[in-house]
């Protein structure tokens, strides 16, 4: 099974504002992985087991994300910090990927106080940025904190549309090198005419060598240049042909 590295690279122009010139200018900056020394000892808390949501609930918790990341990106364009808030929602995520976090925060039963302190402890630990922070507060406040990996997933679909970014996801056997990835990023705008590109790497190690991107709206768009595929087309090949001379 394809695994995900904790720090997706995002690759975009110097400049945002920029006509697309290629070859183009990128910064690279990989994401630090979500601490796990988070103090076992807060996280220990009665058990909770959390009510299941039919298709209803589905649309209610979608629509409750989508109007708290929509106010986190107002916030985050009225000051500036578009760039730096898309980042410390990457760091939420990876973070409430944690199921003991995740428990740990959606239980009832834990005083908010305790759960005001540990986000105290995730902002210094991530270096969140004080109003990221301070939504994360809200949140618990609100008692909505149980939806923030919801809401992260929203964000970055609220920063895609506001920046016109484009996320490709390519996996490969190992890590690839920066300018490996920033030609990819090229090839991907180049097909998709997007002012910037986000790239996420996921280690894959079924694809043998070479690797696969997918990338245009929820994953719709394909290419693989993996040995694994060449391989099916040879075997497939071999089958036709062998089935073709059967008497």
Avoid at 5 to 24: D, G, H, N, Y
Avoid at 78 to 84: F, H, V
Avoid at 204 to 211: H, M, N, T
Avoid at 213 to 227: E, H, L, Q
Wanted: aromatic residues 6%; contains cysteine.
């Amino acid at each position: 099974m394809a695994a995900m590295p904790p720090s997706p690279v995002a690759l975009r122009p110097a400049t945002p504002s920029s006509a697309i010139v290629v070859p183009m200018s990128f910064s690279l900056h990989r994401l630090p992985s979500a601490p796990r020394r988070l103090c076992s000892l807060r996280l220990a808390s009665p058990s909770f087991r959390g009510c299941r949501r039919g298709a209803a609930g589905a649309v209610i918790m979608d629509t409750a994300a989508s109007r708290y990341a929509n106010a986190l990106a107002d916030v985050a364009r009225s000051n500036g910090s578009l760039e730096a808030t898309i980042t410390d929602m990457e760091k939420v995520d990876r973070l409430f990927a944690d199921p003991e976090v995740q428990s740990f925060f959606a239980n009832p039963t834990v005083a908010p106080d305790r759960k005001a302190e540990l986000v105290k402890d995730i902002t210094a630990s991530c270096e969140l940025r004080p109003h990221t922070a301070n939504f994360l507060n809200i949140l618990i406040e609100m008692q909505r904190i149980d939806i923030v990996k919801e809401i992260a997933r929203e964000f970055e679909a609220c920063y895609n549309r506001i920046t016109n970014t484009e996320v490709a996801i390519v996996s490969s056997v190992v890590r690839l090198e920066p300018q490996d990835l920033a030609h990819i990023a090229q090839a991907v705008q180049r097909l998709t005419g997007a002012k910037n590109v986000r790239i996420k790497t996921v280690l894959d190690p079924s694809l043998i060598a070479g690797f696969t991107i997918r990338y245009g709206p929820s994953g719709s768009k394909f290419i693989d240049m993996s040995v694994k595929k060449q391989i099916n087309d040879i075997a497939s090949q071999l089958d036709f042909s062998s089935t073709s001379h059967s008497p």
